[in-house]
């Protein structure tokens, strides 16, 4: 399962995060999201957890003693792996949050930015990079989904290219 556990915290870090570096000290970070929200994004505002992550080609990232592969990726990982949410605040800031809530949750990760949701771009600006994710709300807008494509070290060693779909769903209060 250690190899599982490394792919999911390089994939939720990676699904948000370029770290951009410099050579002089002087880095080109990019500005804050800033400005007054619009009416959809004034409805986006809130928690949304980690609900699913599907992939095209079945992978096998569990160390069970069965060749059993799945597309679904999501129900392959831990209860701290799964546990992962995004917190959009009114002001544009926003927070990402992994093993938190889950008990007994070793290595948690937090990061912080400003978001903006515009026409189904989500641009989050987080330790001087910019990332943006092409998302698709289901009809009622409690789920949304984006798609990535990742390299995937089976538990077999080999390498397995493969489109993911990562699902998100708004949390009630």
Do not use: H
């Not at 080609?57 to 209860?79: A, G, H, R, V």
């Not at 698709?136 to 984006?146: H, L, Q, S």
């Amino acid at each position: 399962m250690k190899k599982s556990i490394v792919f999911v915290k390089t994939i939720m870090v990676a699904s948000l995060l370029f770290v951009g570096c410099s050579n002089d000290n002087s880095p080109d970070c990019p500005q804050a999201l800033t400005g007054e929200l619009d009416a959809t994004e004034t409805a986006f505002v809130g928690d949304w957890s980690f609900m699913g992550m599907v992939s095209e080609k079945e992978i096998d990232l569990t160390d069970d003693n069965e060749d059993n592969p799945s597309t679904n990726i999501y129900d392959q990982f831990e209860e701290c792996q799964q546990d992962l949410i995004y917190s959009f605040e009114n002001d544009r800031s926003y927070s990402l949050k992994q093993g938190y809530v889950a008990t007994d949750c070793t290595n948690k990760v937090q990061l912080n930015g400003t978001w903006k949701l515009t026409g189904g771009v989500l641009p989050f600006v987080t330790n001087c990079s910019t990332n943006y994710l092409n998302i698709e709300f289901n009809n009622d807008k409690t789920e949304f989904t984006f798609e990535e494509t990742y390299k995937f070290v089976d538990i077999d060693g080999q390498i397995i290219t493969s489109k993911v779909t990562f699902t998100y769903g708004k949390m009630t209060s």
